[in-house]
């Protein structure tokens, strides 16, 4: 069975940083790319970073240079490295990967940012 499970996530205050993690189990396929999403109380879901199995990132723009997506070299841990958190970041983040058009997602890690 596949999972995807996030951790890392809690509560800051508005300035500082977080790391998250999204560890794989169960994967019977090759992963190409994983993803982080964040979706706030009452909004959609929104992309947030980017990573493919060569390396290559990519970032929603609001987060670029402050936020950092990466893997371990057994590629089953991906990270997200937080900078300079808003209020307005706070939401529930999540971790993505696709295998032939089917979506796994993880349940999620809360992270939330106050003044």
């Known amino acids: 069975q596949v999972q995807l499970v996030e951790s890392g996530g809690g509560s800051v205050q508005a300035g500082e940083s977080l790391r998250l993690s999204c560890r794989t189990s169960?994967?019977?396929?090759?992963?190409?790319?994983m993803n982080w999403y964040r979706q706030a109380p009452g909004k959609q879901r929104d992309f947030v970073a980017a990573?493919?199995?060569?390396?290559?990132?990519n970032y929603t723009d609001s987060v670029k240079a402050r936020f950092t997506i990466s893997g371990n070299n057994a590629w089953n841990t991906v990270y997200l490295q937080m900078n300079s958190l808003s209020v307005e970041e706070t939401s529930e983040y999540y971790c993505k990967t696709t295998n032939k058009s089917r979506n796994y997602w993880g349940r999620g890690t809360q992270v939330t940012v106050s003044w």
């Open positions: 169960g994967i019977n396929f090759k992963i190409h790319r």
């Open positions: 990573i493919s199995r060569v390396g290559s990132t």
